[in-house]
C-alpha cells in the first residue's frame, strides 16, 4: 500500500510563490507516474503536472513557464515549485502516483491520492 502526504500550501499574493511537496510512504518510488492536480470549487479536478519514471516532465498549458515539478527519488519525495502565482491558481492541490501509459492528466490513471493541500492566491 502506498500513502501519499502533501505539504507546502498556504496564502501568498499574486506574483508570489510556493514549493509543494509530497512525500510518499510505502512501496519503491520509482515504479509510479508522479501527477500534481488541483480542484477549484465548483470545478473539476485538473492537470497541473506530471513526471515519469525517467524524469520526463509533462505540464498543463495553464501553468507552463510558472510551474516545475521534480522528484528526489532517494528521499521519496515530489516536489511542485509555483511561481508567478495568479488569483487562478487557487485550488486545492494533490499529489496522485499510477502506472505509466495513459494519458497523464487522466484521474483514473492515478491510484493512489495525498489528502491535499490549499493554496490560494489573493491581494
Known amino acids: 500500500q502506498l500513502q501519499l502526504v502533501e505539504s507546502g500550501g498556504g496564502a501568498v499574493q499574486p506574483g508570489g510563490s510556493l514549493r509543494l511537496s509530497c512525500e510518499l510512504l510505502?512501496?519503491?518510488?520509482?515504479?509510479?507516474?508522479m501527477g500534481w492536480f488541483r480542484q477549484a470549487p465548483g470545478k473539476e479536478r485538473e492537470g497541473v503536472a506530471a513526471?515519469?519514471?525517467?524524469?520526463?516532465?509533462t505540464y498543463g498549458d495553464s501553468v507552463k513557464g510558472r510551474f516545475t515539478i521534480s522528484q528526489e527519488i532517494a528521499e521519496k519525495t515530489l516536489y511542485l515549485q509555483l511561481n508567478s502565482l495568479k488569483p487562478d491558481d487557487t485550488a486545492i492541490y494533490y499529489c496522485?502516483?499510477?502506472?505509466?501509459?495513459?494519458?497523464?492528466?487522466?484521474?483514473?490513471?492515478?491510484?493512489?491520492w495525498g489528502q491535499g493541500t490549499q493554496v490560494t492566491v489573493s491581494s
Open positions: 496522485a502516483a499510477g502506472a505509466s501509459g495513459g494519458r497523464w492528466d487522466d484521474v483514473s490513471q492515478y491510484k493512489y
Open positions: 510505502g512501496r519503491t518510488y520509482g515504479r509510479y507516474c
Open positions: 513526471i515519469d519514471h525517467d524524469g520526463n516532465t
